[in-house]
């Protein structure tokens, strides 16, 4: 298949410009306030910490999420053109697939954190001390653009013999697999293995660092105390569940004709 069509949006839009501009200002909002996150911390010596150094890590995964797909939506909404070659769809499945592995395993990695921090404190500089921290995010990184690698390599074997038809937003993997009919034994084998090392062990080991955490939690005496634990974990808690949340809502719904419009709506809600 040397072009694929991408039709974003079921039916004919009728406030394409309205829809365009409310795009256009999420994407730019969140360019803005991430880029401003990064440079508070880089600028700010107190907070050159791991927790920190984790978020300016997350922040730059936020604004290639966005940047990986928000911008061709934007040429579609525009221009009205709807193709991309076979190298477009591709590059933009890598990049997407690379900055996803790389936020899943950051967010165990700062559940992880906030469970050294309160569960073994007298440990935390020892066990989180900047040169884990700066080896941890190099791993995390290095590991997500080899997997991807190997992901669309195997993926490239797939032949799509049905359609070149994407009922997506941009080139995902459920839309790309949908259309395919031959050569996805090796892609699913890679699959299997992406979601077990990216997906579920990060998910698990997430959960397991906050039952430990609750646990220490409730056992303190003082209820400032525990509220003052809690709060450092609320916010880290929120996005876990919003990103996971629809992401496996997503993928986990059976893709037909008459629940497409509602993929992706949650697809554009864990994406921007």
Excluded at 87 to 109: D, K, N, P
Excluded at 184 to 196: E, Q, R, V, Y
């Amino acid at each position: 298949m040397k072009y694929f069509f991408i039709l974003p949006f079921s039916g004919k839009l009728i406030n394409k410009p309205f829809i365009f501009i409310l795009f256009l200002l999420i994407y730019l909002a969140g360019v803005l306030i991430n880029s401003s996150i990064i440079t508070v911390i880089c600028l700010e010596v107190r907070l050159h910490k791991p927790m920190y150094l984790f978020i300016c890590n997350l922040s730059i995964v936020d604004i290639f999420y966005t940047s990986v797909t928000v911008p061709k939506l934007l040429h579609m909404l525009l221009s009205g053109n709807h193709i991309v070659s076979s190298a477009q769809c591709y590059t933009q499945f890598y990049f997407f697939f690379t900055v996803a592995a790389v936020e899943e395993t950051l967010l165990f990695v700062m559940a992880y954190d906030r469970y050294v921090a309160i569960c073994d404190s007298l440990h935390y500089h020892r066990i989180l001390s900047r040169r884990n921290c700066i080896l941890i995010t190099i791993g995390i990184w290095v590991g997500a653009f080899f997997s991807a690698l190997l992901y669309v390599t195997s993926a490239l074997y797939m032949t799509s013999c049905q359609s070149n038809l994407i009922h997506q937003f941009f080139c995902d993997i459920k839309s790309l697999t949908r259309i395919s009919c031959t050569g996805t034994g090796i892609f699913f084998i890679i699959t299997a293995i992406d979601i077990l090392f990216f997906a579920c062990i990060p998910v698990t080991c997430t959960f397991i660092s906050y039952i430990k955490i609750f646990v220490v939690i409730f056992k303190m005496k003082s209820s400032e105390s525990r509220w003052k634990a809690f709060s450092t974990c609320s916010s880290h808690l929120t996005i876990i569940s919003i990103y996971y949340g629809t992401c496996i809502t997503d993928y986990l719904i059976p893709t037909q004709s008459d629940v497409l419009d509602l993929i992706k709506m949650i697809c554009l809600l864990y994406s921007l």
